[in-house]
């Protein structure tokens, strides 16, 4: 009987201590993955400028919107990431590129390039002469192309194979998978 209570009471006095350390745990790891530090106030200029030079040292490669993609294979990943991965390319320091690929509609790739803004927010801009080449012009497409042309996204690197972007001005996330080497 002694050593059932003994077991009661430690339980009891310890779970909300392993229940906080989890929490600790937890909050610390959050702050590491975004921030890269432990420590109060990060100095934002820096982390921003570190959190460019991380996303931009790792970006280029072949990489999916993953909302469209065909995840029910790693087979049917690779055929999607062969015939639809998008190519990002660095072009500066500051900013790096996407080539969207051929497909049968289109007579030529199309360009939209990320300029670094501040933080994890980037700007963007799509090449319109290209978009409204392959995406034409009636039925009020090019007024479309023309209004969509410009934005911004929050680009944040969740491991070194997922990109979650969250566009500002079409107000969706989309989650970027990194398409296996060739």
């Not at 745990?25 to 991380?54: F, V, Y």
């Amino acid at each position: 009987m002694p050593r059932l209570f003994i077991a009661l009471c430690t339980l009891i006095l310890f779970s909300p201590v392993a229940k906080a350390s989890a929490l600790y745990d937890e909050l610390l790891a959050a702050k590491i993955k975004l921030l890269g530090t432990s420590r109060p106030d990060p100095g934002m200029g820096l982390w921003a400028q570190q959190t460019n030079e991380r996303l931009l040292s790792i970006i280029e490669g072949k990489w999916v919107d993953l909302g469209y993609s065909d995840l029910t294979s790693e087979d049917s990943m690779k055929k999607y990431c062969f015939k639809y991965g998008e190519s990002f390319k660095k072009l500066t320091d500051y900013s790096f590129e996407i080539i969207a690929p051929i497909v049968p509609r289109a007579k030529q790739a199309i360009h939209k390039e990320y300029i670094f803004k501040t933080g994890m927010s980037y700007n963007y801009r799509w090449n319109i002469q290209q978009q409204m080449e392959v995406l034409g012009t009636l039925g009020g497409n090019g007024k479309q192309i023309l209004r969509n042309a410009n934005g911004t996204s929050a680009l944040l690197m969740m491991t070194p194979n997922t990109l979650l972007e969250v566009d500002f001005d079409l107000e969706m996330p989309f989650i970027w998978g990194r398409c296996p080497a060739e």
